[in-house]
């Protein structure tokens, strides 16, 4: 799954140059091989991302939950703060957190890929609060937020890249502030969806099930810089981690 009145897209700053030699844009960040060999069907092709960004489909693939998953991320948020969401999501995600910041509010979306950059822009083009970037979620950002909200996105990546990201974000987070995971988890073995999520991990997601062995905390470098929560929905098929940066 994955302003004015205008969408404003960053631009990636002009490199140095020496005198006489006009600036020259700094390159994107080039697509994960990952992302073009597992995903392009899901998040590059154009049948993607006309099909999936539908709120009823994601509804669906979440089995009924996407509204109560929303709902669940954003109440870790307050209104008036800063927020970075580190990969961009189908459906009404950015518009939700937008709304429970409310007009004091900032939210930056980011992703690797410039065709959900321009499909996020669309979508949120009539809120001034939310700006839209391309960025590399392995990589920290310049700036510090209050809160980070990653919804749905480390299932995604392979182990190394979700060390990356996690690192990442940690290192974007003011002290006192919060990364907010919420992502897949093992079922209880009761679980009357375990057969079909373990075939969904193994032929659509193989990244997913890392999440079920193994926790979200685990893949911090330094996990003791932060205070780590962990809370878990739907028979355990979800989970929400909850990483407050400690004061240095």
């Known amino acids: 799954m994955r302003r004015s009145n205008q969408a404003l897209v960053d631009r990636p700053a002009p490199s140095p140059s020496s005198a006489g030699t006009p600036n020259r844009p700094v390159a994107p960040p ?79 979306v980011c992703d690797v890929a410039p065709v959900q950059v321009a499909l996020t822009t669309r979508k949120v083009a009539d809120l001034a609060t939310v700006t839209v970037c391309q960025h590399d979620a392995t990589q920290p950002h310049d700036k510090a937020f209050d809160a980070i909200v990653c919804f749905f996105l480390l299932h995604e990546v392979p182990d190394p890249v979700k060390t990356a990201i996690v690192d990442a974000l940690l290192a974007s987070v003011k002290p006192g502030g919060s990364v907010i995971f919420v992502d897949y988890h093992q079922t209880a073995p009761w679980h009357p969806l375990r057969p079909v999520m373990a075939g969904v991990f193994r032929f659509l997601e193989p990244f997913a099930q890392a999440l079920c062995r193994r926790d979200i905390r685990d893949y ?29």
């Open 30 to 108: 080039p697509l994960p091989d990952y992302l073009r060999d597992t995903y392009t069907w899901a998040y590059l092709s154009d049948f993607g991302t006309r099909f999936f960004d539908h709120q009823l489909v994601v509804n669906t693939i979440l089995w009924g939950n996407a509204r109560r998953l929303i709902r669940w991320a954003c109440s870790a948020l307050r209104p008036g703060q800063t927020v970075l969401q580190p990969a961009a999501v189908y459906g009404s995600f950015s518009r939700d957190v937008a709304a429970t910041l409310g007009p004091q509010g900032q939210l930056t």
């Open 220 to 248: 911090a470098s330094t996990s003791q810089q932060a205070e780590w929560r962990k809370e878990t929905r739907f028979g355990g098929l979800y989970q929400r981690v909850i990483a407050t940066r400690l004061p240095t």
